[in-house]
């Protein structure tokens, strides 16, 4: 009964939130914050792949950004200076990301923990120096990256990116939901709960890590290509290590293993950043400092999913005393 | 490249290397007794620079007494980071101590961006600022003070460490905490000292170093970065080896960003140190499994 109806519940949820989001361009009040949802969006794609990696499987990376930058970088290059359509340019960015996550994850899930960690904090400031030497336009990164369109319909307002940003993170949000509901997530389950066990049981455990970081590393190319053709002006700044590590708040605020708390995560975020904050300084690093310790020291299972957890609590309390009267 | 410039690059090198070499020791000291790896320990160093510059040119304190102030006042916020943010998360997994780790970085880069705006600073130096010719190459006078300074820390934690009954008890604790808590040292005690040293050897580098080059409130995350490459060429072994490490990561930057090759400018500088780092971990990554699996 309680599974049935939570079952329910989670359709219900869904359905307001797919609502709430269709009716905020046109609400004339909400709609000055299409641009902040437009990004909420693709920090929501890339934080669904950190949480599958993080939350899920239990394998940290510090690194998230890096795709986020091979995936706009790529796009921009290919669609503005050699004249590819931007969709073929999108989609090459994407398998290409994914191609160097895979390359790079089998030596780099050789490590564990700690070295993990750093080893992918390298790799993101080894291409963040890249991008700012060697990308076009250095450290200023590059204008003019041409706009999205479908025949003769083109993505060159804000009103229209949203939607296609939100396609795509709802897209990338149902995928990951069922990869978590079936045999591949329970696997990573496993992985997280003790590699050993799950070896044991005839789960390839390096495998399932490469094949999980390569999927965060094409969500995330994918969101770094829509904001290239969304902003038509990216620069390496972007993309920086310490975005990185933003990344991590969004999924620890998210609840780590959630994919629906990516959402609440990302959305926490950036409005914090983009509208509580703006032009307070280095308070959002503050900010973010303390949510990452009070988070991991007192939730560790993530703010997001907590919150969740009591929600249930206090309904299921709700429920027994209907029961009883 | 000449004789002269080689060992100009040598200079240099064993410079920043001795910085990088401070920062590595406070890794391999808090690792070997807590098997944590502390995301903020660079911070520690832009917190000894930043409090050096704002001791003497705000608060008017001599020289002197202003650089140990620095270190001590260091020093303390590594034992808070330790008791607030470390001790309160028990039985936590070694993700949610990175992610505190980090978290304590980015408070504090914060604060300090907060507090005292986000342009570098540079304290004035020890000792004059003329530099010394030295078989045909040149050394300041502060980096002297850097190297030297490298050397006594090291020299004196490895006295501290073999001679001394609290550093025994640190060693006792890195080598197994049970067999250490069953002869009566107290693991959270060492813990606690081990992280104010680090902490205090932090802000030692960041101390010696401001004056050289400056220092800014982002500073710590490279510099944190470089430490741990140091520490890891080390080993996370011991206090010598990881300042062998600094100053070999020191000196292969300074040649490497040294050789004319073209569009290699310094700018590459970070990158290669990176590429080292990444070389190191893969080659050992054997190994390095087999070490986290053990603890």
Partial sequence: MLARLKGKWTYFVIAALLLFLILIPFNWSLGQYTVLMIFIGLFTMVTVGLCLLLGYTGQVSLGQATFYGTGA?????????????????????????????????????????????????????????????????????????????????????????????????????????????????????????????????????????????????????????LLAHQ?????????????????????????????????????????????LLLGFGEWDIVIYGLILMLVMIFMPEGLFVRLRELYGRWRLRYAQRGAET | MSADQFLQYLISGLTIGSIYALVGLGFTIIYAVTRIINFAQGEFVMLGGMLSFYLISAAGIPLGPALILSVLIAAAIGAIMYLLAIRTARKASVVSLIIITIGAAVFIRGIVGVGWGVDAVRPPYFTGYKSISFLGAYIHPQDLWIIGTTLVVVVLLHLFLSYTMVGKALKACAISPVAAGMVGINPRAMALIAFALAAAIGGIGGVVMAPSIGIDFNDGFKLGLMGFVAASIGGFKSPIATVIGGLTLGIVVSLAVGVDWGPFTSAYKDAIAMTVLLLILLIRSGRLAAEERES
């Fill in chain 1, 231 to 275: 902003m038509s002006h990216i620069s390496p700044g972007s993309f920086s290590p310490l975005v990185s590590i933003i990344i991590v708040v969004m999924a620890v605020i998210g609840g780590l293993a959630s994919v629906w708390g990516a959402i609440f995560g990302a959305a926490t975020v950036s409005i914090l950043k983009y509208e």
């Fill in chain 1, 73 to 225: 970088y790529i796009s921009a290059v290919l669609s503005k200076i050699c004249g590819v359509n931007p969709w073929l340019a999108m989609l090459i960015a994407a398998v290409a990301t994914g191609a160097f996550a895979y390359v790079i994850g089998y030596p780099i899930f050789r490590l564990r923990g700690n070295y993990l960690a750093v080893a992918t904090l390298g790799l993101g400031v080894i291409v963040y120096i890249l991008l700012r030497q060697l990308g076009p336009g250095g450290p200023d990164g590059m204008a003019g990256i041409p706009y999205l369109s479908i025949g003769g319909f083109v993505f060159d307002t804000s009103f229209k990116r949203y939607f296609l940003v939100w396609f795509f993170c709802l897209a990338v949000l149902l995928i990951s939901q069922n990869i978590v509901r079936s045999r591949t997530g329970r696997a990573l389950r496993a992985i997280h709960g003790s590699e050993a066990a799950a070896e044991s049981i005839g789960i390839n455990v390096d495998q399932f890590k490469v094949k999980i970081f390569v999927l965060s590393a094409v969500y995330a190319s994918l969101a770094g290509s």
